[in-house]
């Protein structure tokens, strides 16, 4: 039972690099400009970031709304966006 246990744990920590190298390369494949020409350096980097992280971070940059429905900015904007994701 021991052996089987440590056979997995070897399994799933080669498997779930791979699984983060592959968002990766699908986030870098994204990385084009608008005239379709890929991005390189800064450019680049900033898309990829956006692309990595953005799924969570949109739905609270959506939440961030005043009272009037009219978006939010600044220290406002950011103070929204930290207690929507847990005080992180």
């Known amino acids: 039972m021991k052996k089987i246990i440590i056979a997995l744990s070897i399994a799933f920590s080669f498997a779930i690099p791979s699984i983060a190298f592959a968002d990766q390369a699908a986030c870098e494949a994204k990385a084009v400009s608008k005239e379709g020409k890929p991005l390189y350096g800064a450019a680049k980097d900033a898309s990829i970031k956006?692309?990595?992280?953005?799924?969570?971070?949109?739905?609270?940059?959506?939440?961030?709304?005043?009272?009037?429905?009219?978006?939010?900015?600044?220290?406002?904007?950011?103070a929204s966006i930290k207690k929507c994701e847990g005080g992180k």
């Open 50 to 78: 956006k692309c990595m992280g953005g799924a969570a971070d949109a739905g609270c940059e959506a939440k961030a709304v005043s009272k009037d429905g009219k978006p939010l900015y600044g220290a406002a904007k950011a």
